[in-house]
């Protein structure tokens, strides 16, 4: 573990009032580089992405990748007590990130004009599935469903069958969007001393995602097809069939390469100036004949001659990876991307943050257990012995 007192966050003092997946992902990255996370749970029963699995060890797995390096306060925040710890947690933060549904912060006694007259240097991150305006804004908002509202579901799959990403792509991306927008607001912070109102709905980092299907069917006037693990607009790009069985991945980026594939990699060099080859639009005009021919010439190769051939003409590719292969990756381990975290259920693996910083090692904190830094929070923020034991008792806490 780092000393999280020489990291660039150090300091810096966040009140998460968070659950499932894309807030917690905003917060673990900004505790992983020095700053406090207090995470407030729901008393007895906490983040529901505690009891999404218990595949680590007993643990959640979506609850181990999320929340190291926290601290975990348990609160019914229905009681007014409660209200009165929250309120003094934000009086001493730099930030509030929640996820809560769009207007239960503002029932609660939270609202944004509230706050920000209270404490003009507070950063304020909203996130929702949908924002906090607008016919949707109150719909739940699930990883699936933002994913098919958002249209990926329409470019992602095969002809017969659309597919969700096997990853909560709309989470990730509003709690990437998130962090990055608390850190942009921290740098305005700065300069101007004035904190911020900050919201990030899954629908809109989705839609950034988005990316060339939404300009290309916008101003094509037709959708991409549905194309498996192939590429929709390039060719080749996707995987081809080795003689031995072994599938290949690889994606031809520009012309240059297209005429060194074909020369030493298929031992073709008439095949690129084919017309119906000669350039991007043509190769994926005529996929079907393209991906024939390749696989022909692979289907007369092994798997590493196909890779070595690729490796000499500097053509990218790849292999089909599990995730147990992933996991043990020889680039990962040559970049020493494990570490080792603490848990309540003992020492766990973990992957580093992927921003690398000159000279500095994440925080890579422990995992807490449910409510496990109460007493000690409760006690910084004055209340005594017995008040806890009394709200522990009540059901405060």
């Given at each position: 573990m780092s000393d999280t007192q020489a990291l660039p966050l150090a300091g810096l003092t966040v009140v998460a009032i968070e659950q499932a997946v894309a807030a917690p992902l905003a917060t673990?990255?900004?505790?992983?580089?020095?700053?406090g996370v207090i995470?407030?749970?729901?008393?007895?029963?906490?983040?529901?992405?505690?009891?999404?699995?218990?595949?680590?060890?007993?643990?959640?797995?979506?609850?181990?990748?999320l929340n190291r390096s926290k601290e975990s306060l348990t609160l019914d925040l229905k009681r007014?007590?409660?209200?009165?710890?929250?309120?003094?947690?934000?009086?001493?933060?730099?930030?509030?990130?929640?996820?809560?549904?769009?207007?239960?912060?503002?029932r609660l006694g939270f609202s944004n004009a509230t706050l920000r007259?209270?404490?003009?240097?507070?950063?304020?991150?909203?996130?929702?599935?949908?924002?906090?305006?607008?016919?949707?804004?109150?719909?739940?908002?699930?990883?699936?469903?933002?994913?098919?509202?958002?249209?990926?579901?329409?470019?992602?799959?095969?002809?017969?069958?659309?597919?969700?990403?096997?990853?909560?792509?709309a989470d990730i991306a509003a709690g990437m969007y998130a962090h990055s927008a608390i850190l942009t607001a921290l740098v305005r912070r700065s300069t101007t001393g004035d904190g911020a109102a900050i919201e990030v709905s899954m629908l809109d980092a989705l839609g950034e995602w988005m990316s060339h299907p939404l300009y290309s069917t916008t101003y094509g006037g037709t959708p991409?097809?549905?194309?498996?693990?192939?590429?929709?607009?390039?060719?080749?790009?996707?995987?081809?069939?080795?003689?031995?069985?072994?599938?290949?991945?690889?994606?031809?980026?520009?012309?240059?390469?297209?005429?060194?594939?074909?020369?030493?990699?298929?031992a073709q060099p008439l095949l690129a100036d084919d017309p119906r080859f000669v350039n991007n639009p043509a190769r994926v005009e005529h996929r079907d004949t393209l991906?024939?021919?390749?696989?022909?010439?692979?289907g007369r190769l092994t798997t590493p001659e196909i890779v070595q051939r690729l490796d000499a003409a500097e053509i990218a590719h790849a292999r089909l990876n599990t995730v147990e292969e992933f996991a043990a990756h020889p680039q990962l381990a040559a970049r020493n991307r494990w570490r080792e975290i603490e848990s309540p259920?003992?020492?766990?693996?973990?992957?580093?943050?992927?921003?690398m910083i000159d000279a500095l090692e994440p925080a890579m904190g422990a995992v807490p257990a449910l409510g496990e830094?109460?007493?000690?929070?409760?006690?910084?923020?004055?209340?005594?012995?017995?008040?806890?034991a009394e709200w522990r008792k009540s059901g405060v806490i």
């Amino acid at each position: 573990m780092s000393d999280t007192q020489a990291l660039p966050l150090a300091g810096l003092t966040v009140v998460a009032i968070e659950q499932a997946v894309a807030a917690p992902l905003a917060t673990r990255h900004l505790a992983d580089w020095g700053a406090g996370v207090i995470k407030i749970e729901r008393s007895g029963t906490g983040d529901f992405a505690r009891g999404y699995d218990t595949k680590v060890k007993g643990l959640s797995s979506y609850f181990v990748w999320l929340n190291r390096s926290k601290e975990s306060l348990t609160l019914d925040l229905k009681r007014p007590e409660a209200t009165e710890v929250v309120t003094r947690l934000i009086a001493g933060a730099d930030v509030l990130v929640h996820n809560l549904a769009p207007g239960a912060m503002d029932r609660l006694g939270f609202s944004n004009a509230t706050l920000r007259a209270r404490h003009p240097r507070l950063i304020i991150c909203a996130v929702s599935g949908y924002g906090s305006s607008g016919p949707y804004r109150d719909r739940k908002a699930y990883d699936l469903l933002v994913q098919s509202e958002a249209g990926l579901l329409s470019v992602t799959g095969t002809p017969e069958s659309p597919a969700k990403a096997g990853i909560s792509v709309a989470d990730i991306a509003a709690g990437m969007y998130a962090h990055s927008a608390i850190l942009t607001a921290l740098v305005r912070r700065s300069t101007t001393g004035d904190g911020a109102a900050i919201e990030v709905s899954m629908l809109d980092a989705l839609g950034e995602w988005m990316s060339h299907p939404l300009y290309s069917t916008t101003y094509g006037g037709t959708p991409l097809p549905r194309s498996g693990a192939r590429h929709a607009n390039i060719a080749p790009y996707g995987p081809f069939s080795a003689g031995d069985g072994g599938t290949v991945y690889l994606g031809i980026q520009n012309e240059r390469e297209w005429q060194r594939f074909c020369r030493d990699v298929l031992a073709q060099p008439l095949l690129a100036d084919d017309p119906r080859f000669v350039n991007n639009p043509a190769r994926v005009e005529h996929r079907d004949t393209l991906e024939a021919a390749i696989n022909d010439a692979f289907g007369r190769l092994t798997t590493p001659e196909i890779v070595q051939r690729l490796d000499a003409a500097e053509i990218a590719h790849a292999r089909l990876n599990t995730v147990e292969e992933f996991a043990a990756h020889p680039q990962l381990a040559a970049r020493n991307r494990w570490r080792e975290i603490e848990s309540p259920v003992g020492p766990l693996g973990a992957l580093a943050p992927p921003v690398m910083i000159d000279a500095l090692e994440p925080a890579m904190g422990a995992v807490p257990a449910l409510g496990e830094h109460t007493e000690t929070i409760l006690g910084e923020q004055g209340y005594d012995r017995s008040t806890i034991a009394e709200w522990r008792k009540s059901g405060v806490i």
